[in-house]
């Protein structure tokens, strides 16, 4: 069984299986979004070789990234909780690519029933909590120029691409960030000789002087993600 999604790939066989009937691969486009704030949370998306970023935006219309999702995790997991099935989070395609699209109530139906299921999916949400606390904790403690080197590890890692095609705009309603912050920032990676930048294209150069260069949240994150699941 070869499943392009880690969370999906260490079910067992029989598990996978069953939940196969319920997980349609879909194209997801750049900028599209899947999940409004306030809405029900009709479907859990996968991914696979795209990226999708969980967002907040304030009332005077600052956006800002609390959380960035993978080929490692699931969008949507709060279905799967109980209570409201909601979040006042935004869930959009950052970078264009294929995942799973799972109806999130037969989901839940499995994921109350099934123990093997519940736990990967807890240990993701602990991971996935992890992930958001340390970005708060960053976003107050640590630099432009650090975060935005976090940032553009976390993406990496996530789909293996060293070609990403983010608009300085996009970068700075991620970063929560005027457009001048993330300027200097990348001429300052670029100076370093660790990413190349041009209009719409960052390219990274070198992985371990970035993550040299960033804070250590990055390493934090992803520590915690072995932990609870292995080496990826």
């Known amino acids: 069984m070869t499943v392009e999604n880690s969370l999906l790939a260490i079910l067992s066989h029989e598990l996978y299986q069953k939940l196969a009937p319920n ?35 304030m009332n005077d219309g ?11 995790g699931v969008v949507g ?37 099934n123990q093997e299921l519940r736990d990967v999916l807890l240990r993701y949400n602990q991971a996935f909590i992890a992930q958001i606390s340390q970005t708060a904790a960053c976003n107050c403690l640590h630099t432009i120029e650090q975060r935005f080197a976090r940032w553009l590890l976390e993406v990496q890692d996530r789909i293996s691409l060293d070609e990403l095609r983010l608009t300085q705009q996009f970068i700075s309603d ?15 990676l670029q100076e370093k000789g660790l990413i190349q930048y041009r209009r719409g294209l960052v390219k990274i150069l070198d992985i371990q002087g970035l993550e040299e260069t960033s804070c250590e949240c990055f390493r934090i994150v992803k520590n915690e993600h072995e932990r609870l699941f292995g080496t990826r």
């Open 23 to 57: 997980l349609n691969k879909v194209s997801l486009q750049r900028g599209e979004i899947l999940h409004y704030p306030g809405e029900i949370i009709e479907d859990l998306y996968f991914p696979i070789d795209c990226i999708i970023s969980i967002t907040i935006t």
């Open 62 to 72: 600052i956006t800002a990234e609390t959380a960035v999702v993978g080929r490692y």
């Open 77 to 113: 997991i709060n279905a799967l909780m109980g209570g409201s099935e909601t979040t006042q989070t935004e869930y959009m395609v950052q970078i264009a690519g294929s995942a799973f699209k799972a109806n999130a109530r037969s989901l839940r139906e499995e994921f109350n029933c």
């Open 174 to 188: 991620m970063l929560g960030v005027r457009r001048a912050g993330v300027t200097q920032a990348a001429q300052k």
